[in-house]
């Protein structure tokens, strides 16, 4: 999803990091399943996806080192910030997912945390790791569509 988000979706915390280590093969929609005071402090925006990533226990997906803030306003019904979230996904999307980690060499990695009708939903993403010369390569793509963007709006 570039630029505005759909009707209906509110992003709450984008992976910026992950789109610029990895090349994205393939992305999926992915529920989770969360305690109270973790929804609320989304709805603060307390959530940094900056090192976390996807990994399996058996056949269940499980989000890790995702930190998600400890709301104030809860008492002691509070929860662990780094804790493991399960993923919700359909047996299919999850097969799918653990074949290609395991036979293709894939990673799995959170690229953006979003509400989505009142429900709050993960962009999960296959990926392959960038080389230290692809990243350098994505800088110069960067910078020379500054540029033209610049020189575009100067006319």
Do not use: W
């Not at 759909?6 to 090349?23: H, L, T, W």
């Not at 690229?111 to 993960?122: A, D």
């Amino acid at each position: 999803m570039t630029g505005a988000p759909p009707a209906g979706i509110k992003i709450i915390s984008d992976n910026k990091k992950a789109r610029f280590d990895f090349i994205i093969v393939e992305a999926f929609e992915a529920g989770i399943s969360l305690m109270g005071s973790e929804v609320k402090s989304l709805r603060n925006g307390q959530v940094n996806l900056k090192d976390s990533y996807i990994s399996f226990k058996g056949h269940e997906a499980f989000l890790q080192n995702a930190h998600i803030g400890v709301y104030q306003a809860s008492s002691y019904n509070n929860h662990d910030p780094e804790r493991l979230r399960k993923l919700l996904l359909n047996r299919n999307e999850l097969l799918e997912i653990q074949t290609s980690i395991e036979k293709k060499g894939l990673t799995c990695v959170p690229l953006k945390i979003y509400f989505k009708k009142g429900r709050v939903k993960l962009e999960i993403a296959l990926a392959k790791g960038k080389k230290k010369g692809d990243k350098r390569q994505s800088i110069k793509e960067r910078e020379s569509d500054r540029e033209m963007a610049r020189a575009k709006s100067r006319r």
